[in-house]
C-alpha cells in the first residue's frame, strides 16, 4: 500500500519561504507523476507544479518563477520551495502521485500566507 506524508505547512508573512516534503512509503513502481495540487476554501483543487518521468516540469501560471519542485530520487520524496509567497497562496497542499498502480494523494498540509 502507497502512503505520502506531508510536511512543511504553516503560517509565513507575505513575501517569505516555506518548503513543502512529501515522502512517499510502499511498493511503488513505474511512477508517472510526483508533484502537488492546492485547495483554497470555495474553489476546486489546482495543479501547483508536477514532475513528469523523463525531468519535465509543469507549474501553475500564478507560481512559475515563484516555486520550484523538485525529487529526491533515492528518498522517494519529493519537495516545493516556495518563495516569495503572496496571500493568494493561502491553501491547503496536497501530494500527489500518479504510477501504474493507481492515483495516491497526502493528506495534505495548511498554508497561510498573511498580508
Known amino acids: 500500500q502507497v502512503q505520502l506524508v506531508e510536511s512543511g505547512g504553516g503560517l509565513v508573512q507575505a513575501g517569505g519561504s516555506l518548503r513543502l516534503s512529501c515522502a512517499a512509503s510502499?511498493?511503488?513502481?513505474?511512477?508517472?507523476?510526483m508533484g502537488w495540487y492546492r485547495q483554497a476554501p470555495g474553489k476546486q483543487r489546482e495543479l501547483v507544479a508536477r514532475?513528469?518521468?523523463?525531468?519535465?516540469?509543469n507549474y501553475e501560471d500564478s507560481v512559475r518563477g515563484r516555486f520550484t519542485v523538485f525529487r529526491d530520487n533515492a528518498k522517494d520524496t519529493v519537495y516545493l520551495q516556495m518563495d516569495s509567497l503572496k496571500p493568494e497562496d493561502t491553501a491547503i497542499y496536497y501530494c500527489?502521485?500518479?504510477?501504474?498502480?493507481?492515483?495516491?494523494w497526502g493528506q495534505g498540509t495548511q498554508v497561510t500566507v498573511s498580508s
Open positions: 510502499g511498493t511503488i513502481s513505474n511512477i508517472n507523476t
Open positions: 500527489n502521485l500518479r504510477a501504474y498502480s493507481g492515483v495516491y
Open positions: 514532475l513528469i518521468s523523463g525531468g519535465t516540469t
